[in-house]
């Protein structure tokens, strides 16, 4: 197999670049998508290709999506002689993934697996609640802090906006840590992996839903009620119906309470 030749790939700041290197972890990542030659796997930057080359010996379907297109000359020429890789020039935080899916004869649901920049995490994880119909499993690996928001439990000071939104459309996993030193550059921080189940869809995918989560997490130090109060003038009756206490804080507040309290709101 053609290899990359030497500066062709170097890591760009602006795309929040750190290559994974460390065999042994692109290895634990596949084997936890559990990936055969039946699926079609969706993967979100294939950066210099470790992991996009692991998922091809597979068998399986990949289509890869790279932004920076310094690396799609060097990742084409490497994979030229793949049949199961679609590579494709697109930012994931703006290409249709129903459409990227028709476009290249991908029937959904697929995998989805990904090492997700710092700076985009977020709005790709809210994008793929949006999207998770056309998903069956997703394995995705974030800076450890983003991984601690996102498995926040009621109670946790982490837990906010971005965890109930998460927690509304998945069943989430934390599978494990991988260390600065499995990526090129080193980053200053740990990274964590976890894996991401669909739900079925409900009320929390309403942006009335989110709407209310959000003014909720406005302002964490002040009780649910004080943020709630400019959501609806009813706030107070419809916690109590919803048997919360208006003086309890939103980061104490299950999916089920956060759910009950949207039907109370509606």
Avoid at 169 to 191: H, N, Y
């Amino acid at each position: 197999m053609k290899r990359p030749g030497n500066g062709q790939n170097r890591a760009k700041r602006a795309f929040g670049q750190n290559f994974l290197v460390d065999a042994s972890y692109v290895d634990r990542i596949v084997r936890a998508l559990n990936v055969t030659s039946d699926d079609a796997v969706f993967e979100i930057g294939a950066g210099r290709g470790a992991l996009t080359e692991a998922l091809l010996d597979t068998g399986s379907t990949v289509l890869a999506l790279e932004i920076d297109r310094d690396l799609l000359p060097v990742l084409h020429e490497r994979f030229s002689d793949r049949s199961n890789l679609k590579l494709i020039d697109a930012d994931a935080l703006k290409v249709d993934f129903a459409s990227l899916f028709d476009d290249n004869a991908i029937v959904p649901p697929a995998k989805i697996v990904g090492n997700l920049p710092y700076n985009i995490s977020t709005a790709i994880l809210q994008r793929l609640v949006e999207s998770r119909s056309l998903f069956s499993l997703a394995v995705l690996m974030f800076q450890r802090e983003v991984v601690d928001r996102i498995i926040a439990a009621p109670g946790d000071s982490e837990r906010g906006f971005f965890t109930v939104v998460t927690e509304s459309g998945f069943e989430v996993t934390k599978l494990f840590d991988v260390p600065p030193t499995a990526f090129s550059p080193r980053p200053k921080v740990w990274s964590s992996v976890v894996s991401l189940t669909p739900k079925p869809s409900s009320d929390g995918d309403d942006p009335k839903f989110r709407r209310l989560v959000s003014m909720a997490f406005a302002q964490k130090r002040k009780t649910i009620l004080n943020n709630l109060r400019q959501y609806s003038p009813n706030a107070e009756s419809a916690l109590n119906d919803a048997g919360i206490d208006p003086r309890r804080r939103s980061e104490t507040l299950t999916l089920d309470e956060w759910l009950r309290l949207f039907q109370k709101l509606k």
